[in-house]
């Protein structure tokens, strides 16, 4: 009888201080762990809110000045904001101006108490001179807005603004009295480059005005003696010249349709033409979301929405205009069935950062412009040209690939005799010389390693500077780095040394550098360098001692092999502040599959709330890569995924934790959670539905579950799709992929669905219909609607990670404690109130 007892099971009700309870079944030989409860106060310390507070600049962002190569930036710590100018050819920095007497010199003039650790310099900017520096100054007046002249109107006073000048050599400040602030430009001016015309588009059509109309216009939108002319008269909703108002309901569409719209035009270098990229996408089939919380009635938004396989597809055309004549033209670029095309603009040159009204010119000369087009299945790529006299079209290049291709912008030399093109044909991306009619010359980079972008092309010199990564041995291989090489391939050079991440910005002339560089695990510098790679001065280090003394700790960085026991792969583990090694601990991984990126941080930053603010709660959280991830690799390992979208990275998240727990035995690999947004939540779902008994809790936010109802570019492109020629040379294409929804009888463990009822770009129906097969399976499974929100959650993030972290807390931790309380306490004690 004693045997025969020992080897049952009782089913015991376990009750939590909170009344709720839980059920678990266990042998009477089992030890049973106490449910542990999560530390919500330090995850509270480090809000997004809290850390915006104790972390400050953390990089050098130049704004290289067009006269000379000075640059200058602002850098925040803890004692407040300094500005400073760098003469790199001395390797001088200087504080552009002594922060106490300029405190001083506001308050006599502002009247309202400055100081120096708080000065609220806005829009700084160097004259054109560069010999003086403007700039604004908030106060505390109130006045009356100029263009508003009902008093009592709610909006119509606010704070003046004090404009001021201030000579950088003398040191004098002077306030710019009966200072008329220049409006900011308008979203929908597409400006010519010699500035006589400036084209939009109003009612699905394109209009334009001159200079001095367009200055009327920034003033003020209503201004009725503003005069404009129509150059079209055919377009229509969604076979429009402009905007078709994407992102508006249907009735605020409606209402916005007489305003002045974006037109996206490129104009030639002259002036005389321009072209833009008008897409029919009539017959595409509709897709609608509903704002539930729109004042009175719900509204609902109409869109245009082509999904894999589907034939109704968008046409794009290239419309040529003469702007001397107001007559165009429709070129025929055609080339594949539902082909793409996409024009490059000329690369704006970095000292021009500051100018918002520079205009938007072709990447080519006064007679033809470059763009690129794109076969449906994506497996071909021709890079052309368009003689604007003639319309020809000439391919230059050409890519083909078994699965899909990418191209980036091309380098133009000597305006286009030559041609520097980025491709992945051999495997790697690397850059190729070509001449003009595209006869390739020689390949410029060659190797085992990524090359990321073209930074600057000195022609003078025939040398190419461009970022790179996983050249550099014992590195991990994602860490971007600055190199540069001759155009026949010799003398490779790497400019910025060091086992860390590299962002680099290089002025126009290619002589200085500014280079910030970090791990997750140190400090961020900053450095100047020159073109050869030698340091001329060291900028900044970011302070972080408001953090440390919170008693932050870096992640750690790891690699482990994937699932074939080959592939390395690379991660990082964050862990509780108060980290116990003697403790057990659940793990819990944060995911996005990719392909486009992994989320996998490699340098410091700001961006904590996902896994160093989970960990705080009790757990030990892990970012990886996976097979199939990020494009910063090979092309074998860009496309693993190829033709298996759903399922092809988990065995590398599930082995990644395996591997862990082997060497960390505070990793309890009997509790693991998996959670993530958009492809992430996605993936965590397929988790658990896949590994139903390894992965044992998920939370998964506005994921892409049914990816027959995703976008087509992104789904048809990362999945495939078959392009299907018939005998009468008909062309259709074929889709087919595996779905979260057909999983959902394997369901075992803790599944929360989020979803905002206004994404557009996933639709709630992917997690809806996930629901619908869960709840036919008979699975439990919780499911949030977040209101009104579209993909990103937007101002709701901020609950929506404490309910994540409620749900792991729950089932990763047995923690319930919470569940009884309204209220979130760590959210309201962050609000403060006025009444």
Known sequence: ????????????????????????????????????????????????????????????????????????????????????????????????????????????????????????????????????????????????????????????????????????????????????????????????????????????NLYWMDKENYKKAVKNEDDSTIVEHQLTKDGEKFHSYGSNGDGEDNELNAKNNKKRRGAYVLWSPDSKHFVLDRTDSRKVKDFWVINSTAAGRPTLETYKYQMPGEKESPIDEFILFNFATKTYKTINTTAFKDQSISTWGKENLVKDRDNEFRPSIWMGDNSKFYFSRTSRDLKRIDVCTIDINTLKVTPIIDERFNT??????????????????????????????????????????????????????????????????????????????????????????????????????????????????????????????????????????????????????????????????????????????????????????????????EAVNKSFGRSMDRMDRLAQLGYIVITVGNRGGHPARSKWYHTYGYGNLRDYGLADKKAAIEQLADKHSFIDVNRVGITGHSGGGFMSTAALLVYPDFFKVAVSAAGNHDNSIYNRWWSEKHHGVKEIVSAKGDTTFKYAIDKNADLAKNLKGHLLLMHGDMDNNVNPANSIRVANALIKAGKRFDYIIVPGQRHGFGEMTEYMFWRLADYFNNYLLGDFSKSTEVNIVEMDREVERKN
């Open 1 to 204: 009888m004693k045997k025969l007892y020992s080897l049952l099971t009782f089913v015991l009700l376990i009750s939590t201080a909170d009344a709720f309870s839980q059920t678990k079944t266990i042998s009477l030989t089992e030890t049973t762990q106490a449910p542990e409860r999560a530390n919500y106060q330090a995850a509270a310390r480090f809000s997004p809110s809290k850390l915006r507070k104790i972390i400050y600049s953390t990089a050098v962002d130049p704004h290289w000045l067009k006269l000379t190569n000075r640059f200058w930036y602002q850098y925040e710590t803890p004692n407040g904001k300094q500005w400073y100018i760098v003469e790199p050819a001395v390797r001088s920095k200087k504080l552009m101006f002594d922060n106490n007497k300029m405190a001083a010199e506001i308050t006599l003039i502002v009247r309202d108490p400055f100081d120096a650790q708080h000065l609220p310099i806005e829009n700084l900017k160097f004259a054109k001179d560069e010999k003086s520096i403007n700039f604004e100054v908030k106060s505390t007046i109130e006045e009356l807005k100029k263009d508003r002249k009902d008093k009592k109107a709610a909006d119509s006073m606010q704070k003046k603004i004090f404009f001021f000048n201030y000579d950088l050599a003398t040191a004098k400040l002077t306030e710019v009295k009966n200072y008329e602030k220049p409006k900011a430009k308008p979203n929908w001016g597409s400006v010519a480059p010699d500035s006589s015309a400036i084209i939009f588009s109003r009612n699905y």
């Open 404 to 597: 899909y291709v990418e191209v980036q912008r091309p380098g133009l030399i000597d305006g286009g005799k030559e041609i520097i093109h980025w491709s992945e044909r051999d495997g790697w991306g690397h850059f190729y010389l070509f001449d003009g009619n595209g006869k390739l010359k020689n390949q410029i980079t060659s190797g085992a390693f990524h090359c990321e972008g073209i930074v600057n092309i000195d022609q003078k010199n025939r040398k190419l500077y461009f970022t790179a990564n996983g050249r550099e041995a014992k590195e991990d291989p994602y860490f971007m780095h600055l190199y540069s090489i001759n155009f026949d391939g010799s003398g490779m050079k790497l400019l910025n040394a060091g086992d860390f991440d590299h962002a680099a910005s290089m002025n126009d002339e290619a002589k200085y550098v500014v280079d910030n560089y970090s791990r997750v695990n140190t400090v961020p510098k900053s450095v100047l360098m020159d073109n050869s790679g030698k340091i001329l001065m060291e900028l900044e280090t970011a302070d972080l001692s408001l953090l440390m003394t919170t008693g932050y700790k870096f992640p750690e960085p790891f690699k482990v092999k994937a699932d074939d026991g080959v592939t390395d792969i690379y991660g990082v583990m964050y862990k509780p502040f108060n980290f116990d090694p003697t403790k057990k601990y659940p793990i819990i991984e944060y995911v996005y599959p990719g392909p486009q990126t």
